[in-house]
């Protein structure tokens, strides 16, 4: 299937968010996931399914003072 993720298209096997971040060797814990502009919440990475055409966007949490 092909996905956009920030903005690149990418052809995946993932079914789930949490699949895709593990793909990418993505931290969930250090992220926040937005999938055709709606946030996800992390509790629901494991159960929200992927489909052709969808759009994410992850964002990474940086500290800094």
């Given at each position: 299937?092909e996905?956009?993720?920030?903005?690149?298209?990418?052809?995946?096997?993932?079914?789930?968010?949490?699949?895709?971040?593990?793909?990418?060797?993505?931290?969930p814990?250090?992220?926040?996931?937005?999938?055709?502009?709606?946030?996800?919440?992390?509790?629901?990475?494991?159960?929200?399914?992927?489909?052709?055409?969808?759009?994410?966007?992850?964002?990474?949490?940086?500290?800094?003072?």
């Amino acid at each position: 299937m092909e996905i956009i993720v920030n903005g690149d298209p990418r052809c995946l096997e993932a079914v789930s968010i949490r699949q895709l971040l593990e793909t990418l060797d993505i931290d969930p814990r250090r992220v926040a996931v937005e999938l055709n502009s709606a946030i996800v919440p992390k509790g629901d990475y494991e159960h929200t399914p992927l489909n052709d055409g969808d759009k994410i966007e992850i964002v990474h949490f940086v500290g800094g003072g």
